[in-house]
Each structure stands twice: as structure tokens, then as C-alpha cells.
């Protein structure tokens, strides 16, 4: 199961295991747009693609995902928490409804999906969960920011749990990725340098071999891994200024 399937990295990893012969179920919340994607996976891979319109910012989208996860009969071996959005603005200059409806959708549709699914992975001893975040988790800058590094601290704690269980979960960390979360946030992107940016394919095929080896959290590219080391070593009071600078020249315009 794949949520926020039909486009940027949701749509990769939907393409990735079509190649591979796994069947699909898709979650967007474009019902036409799934019904397109559906019927080109099983068209070019001759798998079966199982469409599931929700809204993962409303209480009834999330149910939805939650009562197909829990189906014994047709069980999801692996689930990919992708849906997300961002919100162009600083602190307090984007309103609380759109503040709560991102952390609806990056935190407690992330933490019931993940629990739906890996219940009933549990019980079979198998299974596996990728809960799509960001390099913004490392980082201190906004709200957005501060719900990714939920994510990965609760996957890794998750993960810990489940230890010996036969259920593995992972944390993706990606960078610049050319999809349509920008677009759809109103965030320019003219301004971010080339080097920053990252394949969705040859993300995803890194991500699904370090959820295979085991990892608890995957930053699938040398550049970023790089960055990331460097930000371990700055102390925070210093990174928060140099991201808060940053934001402003590559984040929303």
C-alpha cells in the first residue's frame, strides 16, 4: 500500500514494485487520478492495482486506510506512509487550520496507519513500513520540520519494539526531490542549486535496499549523507540561524 501514490516519490515506489510484481493498493485523494495509475501499472506490469480514494487530513480518510489495512484476507505486506504537503510561510503566518491538517497528515495518520498495519504484520511475522519524511527532520526550521523529525523519532522507537518480530520499519529522508510538493505549497524553486536535487526513481530503489538490510532510518544519497554529517556536528544554536537563512533563500518565495 502506497499513500499519496500518484505523484513525486509515492509514484516511484508505486512503479518500482509494479516492476517487481507486487500488487498495489493506491492511496490519493484524486479518485480519477488513481483510476489512471491504477490501469497503467497493470497495463505495463500485469499486476493488480487496488484504488483507495481518502483524504488523509479528514477523520473519515484516515478510518478508511486504517479498516483496509486491518482486512486478514487480503493483507498489506508492506506499507509506504508517503501523503504529505508543505505549507509556504513562516511560524505564525500560516494559519492553525492548515498548521493541524499537515500534522494530521504527517503524525497521526502516520502513527494509526502504521499501527493498523503492523498489528497484523506482527501477527504474520512478517512485514514492513516506510514512513516517508525529510532532511528537514534534522534540521531546526518550522512546523514542517518539527513533524518529520516525529516521524523518524517514532519510526525508529517503533522499530525498536518490533525488534525480532519479523516487521521492519524505516524512516526516508530525503532532500530536493522534483515532484509536485512545491507547486503545490506555492514554494519557488528557481533558487535551489541542481546539485540538490534527487531522482525519485534511484531514491526509491535506495530506500527499498536499506529497508531490505535492515536500516532504521535512510538518507538515500552521498550528497545528503555528506550534509547530514555536518549538521551532527554544528552546534544547534549556530544551525538554527544558518537554517533559518537557508529557508529564506531556498525555501517558499
Avoid at 500518484?6 to 500488487?23: D, M, P, S, V
Avoid at 506490469?45 to 473519515?60: C, M, P, R, Y
Amino acid at each position: 500500500m502506497i499513500t499519496g501514490s500518484t505523484a513525486g516519490i509515492g509514484a516511484a515506489f508505486a512503479r518500482r514494485l509494479a516492476a517487481q510484481g507486487h500488487n498495489l493498493v493506491l492511496v490519493a485523494r484524486d479518485t480519477k487520478r488513481l483510476a489512471e495509475q491504477a490501469t497503467e501499472l497493470h497495463d505495463r506490469h500485469g499486476i493488480e492495482a487496488e484504488v483507495l480514494a481518502a483524504d488523509l487530513s479528514t477523520e473519515e480518510g484516515i478510518a478508511s486506510v486504517e479498516t483496509r489495512l486491518g482486512d486478514r484476507t487480503h493483507p498489506v505486506d508492506l506499507l509506504v506512509n508517503n501523503a504529505g504537503f508543505g505549507n509556504k510561510g513562516r511560524y505564525l503566518e500560516v494559519s492553525m487550520a492548515d498548521e493541524l491538517a499537515m500534522l494530521k497528515v504527517h503524525v497521526e495518520a502516520v502513527l494509526r496507519l502504521t499501527s493498523a498495519a503492523t498489528e497484523s504484520m506482527r501477527s504474520r511475522g512478517r512485514g514492513g513500513v516506510v514512513n516517508v519524511a525529510s532532511v528537514a527532520a534534522f534540521v531546526p526550521r518550522g512546523t514542517y520540520g518539527a513533524s518529520k523529525a516525529w516521524v523518524v523519532q517514532f519510526t525508529q522507537g517503533a522499530a525498536r519494539d518490533l525488534a525480532g518480530s519479523g516487521v521492519r520499519l524505516m524512516a526516508l529522508c530525503p532532500g530536493f526531490v522534483r515532484t509536485e510538493f512545491h507547486q503545490r505549497a506555492g514554494m519557488g524553486t528557481d533558487n535551489i542549486p541542481g546539485w540538490l536535487w534527487l531522482d525519485a526513481d534511484k531514491l526509491v530503489a535506495a530506500a527499498l535496499a536499506d529497508l531490505a538490510r535492515g536500516k532504521t532510518v535512510s538518507i538515500p544519497d552521498p550528497r545528503y549523507k555528506a550534509l547530514m554529517g555536518v549538521v551532527k556536528l554544528t552546534p544547534r544554536g549556530l544551525l538554527g540561524g544558518v537554517s533559518s537563512r537557508t529557508g529564506r533563500k531556498y525555501g517558499p518565495q
